[in-house]
């Protein structure tokens, strides 16, 4: 399996960014997905949740502005950042919980993308 994560780049403060996550392999199911994020000093933290179903979760820090999505047709999920502030600063990094035919399910992470936040 491979998650390739992309979208991250250099945004203004207040502007928006819109990161995907794409996996790919012999997938039977995808279970929870989420992304986080790990910035300069900082350990990782879980920025927004999603469930099988459409129970969604959040930081605080990003309620109300982030939005996380998903097409499992596509075996992708997404993360909508609007109204980006300069703390929201780091690698972002995809995860997504999934079970191979055969196999029992596993934790499965992208890459890493940039999100930087800067005037």
């Known amino acids: 399996v491979q998650l390739q994560a992309s979208g991250g780049g250099l945004a203004q403060p207040g502007g928006s960014l819109r990161l995907s996550c794409a996996a790919s392999?012999?997938?039977?199911?995808?279970?929870?997905m989420g992304w986080y994020r790990q910035a300069p000093g900082n350990q990782r933290e879980l920025v927004a949740g999603i469930t099988s179903g459409i129970i969604t979760n959040y930081a605080e820090s990003v309620k109300g502005r982030f939005t996380i999505s998903k097409d499992i047709a596509k075996n992708t999920m997404y993360l909508q950042m609007n109204r980006l502030k300069p703390e929201d600063t780091g690698v972002y990094y995809c995860?997504?919980?999934?079970?191979?035919?055969?196999?029992?399910?596993?934790?499965?992470w992208g890459q890493g993308t940039l999100v930087t936040v800067s005037s």
């Open positions: 392999g012999r997938i039977y199911s995808i279970n929870s």
């Open positions: 995860m997504m919980n999934i079970e191979l035919y055969g196999f029992a399910e596993h934790d499965y």
